[in-house]
């Protein structure tokens, strides 16, 4: 199963900005979709942005216009752009991916283990 790898989390304050990053394990790994989901204390867990492998994206009404996902097909990385951060938006990141496993015939989802980030003055 592909692996993904996410990255870039740490401690920011209010209004700061931090780019997540998400690595696949495979080089040209080109999943149906891909979600940036998270999971703040006590909240359940909640898609972010999604980017679909045409490149459509959508976004979670709490970081529209704050946030951007994007793709780097070469790396086999995607992004999160997290600006003008809010307390609120202190959560566990993970990204997640729906893809066609060929050795196993199948569609599967495939997660990383997650980033933390905190917004704190």
């Known amino acids: 199963q592909v692996q993904l790898v996410e990255s870039g989390g740490g401690l920011v304050q209010p209004g700061g900005s931090l780019r997540l990053s998400c690595t696949a394990s495979?080089?040209?790994?080109?999943?149906?979709?891909l979600n940036w989901k998270r999971r703040g204390p006590g909240k359940p867990r909640e898609v972010v942005a999604t980017?679909?492998?045409?490149?459509?994206?959508t976004y979670a009404d709490s970081v529209q216009g704050r946030f951007t996902i994007s793709k780097d097909n070469a790396k086999s990385t995607w992004y999160l752009q997290m600006n003008d951060l809010k307390s609120e938006d202190s959560a566990v990141y993970y990204c997640?991916?729906?893809?066609?496993?060929?050795?196993?015939?199948?569609?599967?989802?495939?997660w990383g283990l997650g980033t933390q980030v905190t917004v704190s003055s």
């Open positions: 495979e080089t040209n790994f080109k999943p149906s979709y």
């Open positions: 997640t991916a729906n893809y066609y496993n060929i050795p196993n015939d199948r569609i599967e989802d495939t």
């Open positions: 980017i679909t492998g045409g490149g459509e994206t």
